[in-house]
């Protein structure tokens, strides 16, 4: 008898334990960070501002494909609006600095409000969200996140393929489209674009493409630009409609949290 008394001592403990180590993983919280740039939107277009009602992340449960609003956490329901065309070479805007519970995720969803709009040659214009302001533009990203970790997300705003004009009318549709990663993976090159007699050059286009794929800047009043891309291979052009540039790099390689600097351009 105490024997089998003896046993289930032990076993109410296993399963106290079990209980708190559960709970205790449940408690743990690391800390989410979203920071959101873009690339410049060429011709007279001034402003972008996009308006953002709610940021959310999708939490994965084991065992479990479906799609439920229990599994979807808020982070934030700050009423914000970015004028993205600011958030250039280099430039910032932390969206979320929040507390998240231990665990994996998989998706981030951004709800846009009815807010947006465009800036066109002094005058703005509604950007018409398709569905948007419903279900919210969902964006696939694998991550676990630990007790006390810090997970730093990037949001790439590509607003060239994001906005259309109507052909005939005049009004502007918004269907998003942004890159997301993790900032660990990723890295910047910059560089400055001159003239043949040294003056810096605004406005010039500069591509950096790999596997097909190409993000783009403009450089700054100064000549100067900067881009923040994922760790790989690149050739990296500058373009002007009326100059020519002296080089192309090729296979520049950026690693993971790597800073590659001075790949310069002068353009005849």
């Given at each position: 008898?105490?024997?089998?008394?003896?046993?289930?001592?032990?076993?109410?403990?296993?399963?106290?334990?079990?209980?708190?180590?559960?709970?205790?993983?449940?408690?743990?919280?690391?800390?989410?960070?979203?920071?959101?740039?873009?690339?410049?939107?060429?011709?007279?277009?001034?402003?972008?501002?996009?308006?953002?009602?709610?940021?959310?992340?999708?939490?994965?449960?084991?065992?479990?494909?479906?799609?439920?609003?229990?599994?979807?956490?808020?982070?934030s329901?700050?009423?914000?609006?970015?004028?993205?065309?600011?958030l250039?070479?280099?430039?910032?805007?932390?969206?979320?600095?929040?507390?998240?519970?231990?665990?994996?995720?998989?998706?981030?969803?951004?709800?846009?409000?009815?807010?947006?709009?465009?800036?066109?040659?002094?005058?703005?214009?509604?950007?018409?969200?398709?569905?948007g302001?419903?279900?919210?533009?969902?964006?696939?990203?694998?991550?676990?996140?630990?007790a006390?970790?810090?997970?730093?997300?990037?949001?790439?705003?590509?607003a060239?393929?994001s906005?259309?004009?109507?052909?005939?009318?005049?009004?502007?549709?918004l269907?998003?489209?942004?890159?997301?990663?993790?900032?660990?993976?990723?890295?910047?090159?910059?560089?400055?674009?001159?003239?043949?007699?040294g003056?810096?050059?605004q406005?010039?286009?500069?591509?950096?493409?790999?596997?097909?794929?190409?993000?783009?800047?403009?450089?700054?009043?100064?000549?100067?630009?900067?881009?923040?891309?994922?760790?790989?291979?690149?050739?990296?052009?500058?373009?002007?409609?009326?100059?020519?540039?002296?080089?192309?790099?090729?296979?520049?390689?950026?690693?993971?949290?790597?800073?590659?600097?001075?790949?310069?351009?002068?353009?005849?």
């Open positions: 008898m105490k024997k089998i008394l003896l046993l289930l001592a032990m076993i109410t403990g296993i399963v106290f334990l079990s209980c708190d180590s559960d709970s205790d993983d449940e408690a743990a919280t690391g800390e989410i960070v979203i920071k959101a740039f873009d690339a410049p939107f060429q011709g007279n277009v001034e402003h972008i501002y996009l308006h953002i009602v709610a940021v959310s992340v999708h939490k994965a449960v084991a065992g479990s494909a479906s799609d439920t609003s229990a599994q979807w956490i808020v982070l329901e700050a009423d914000t609006t970015i004028d993205f065309l600011e250039v070479n280099g430039e910032m805007a932390t969206l979320i600095h929040s507390q998240l519970g231990m665990g994996q995720y998989s998706q981030l969803r951004l709800l846009l409000g009815d807010g947006s709009s465009i800036v066109v040659d002094g005058v703005a214009h509604d950007l018409q969200v398709p569905s302001s419903e279900s919210g533009v969902k964006l696939n990203l694998g991550f676990f996140i630990n006390d970790e810090i997970i730093e997300i990037y949001l790439d705003f590509d060239e393929r906005i259309n004009k109507h052909p005939i009318q005049e009004r502007y549709i269907q998003p489209t942004f890159r997301v990663f993790k900032s660990v993976l990723s890295g910047t090159i910059s560089g400055t674009v001159v003239d043949s007699v003056n810096g050059l406005d010039v286009s500069i591509y950096a493409v790999s596997n097909g794929d190409s993000v783009t800047t403009l450089t700054n009043t100064d000549g100067n630009y900067k881009l923040i891309l994922l760790a790989g291979n690149y050739a990296v052009s500058a373009a002007s409609y009326d100059l020519m540039a002296d080089t192309v790099y090729q296979n520049i390689a950026i690693d993971a949290e790597e800073n590659v600097v001075n790949l310069n351009f002068v353009m005849n």
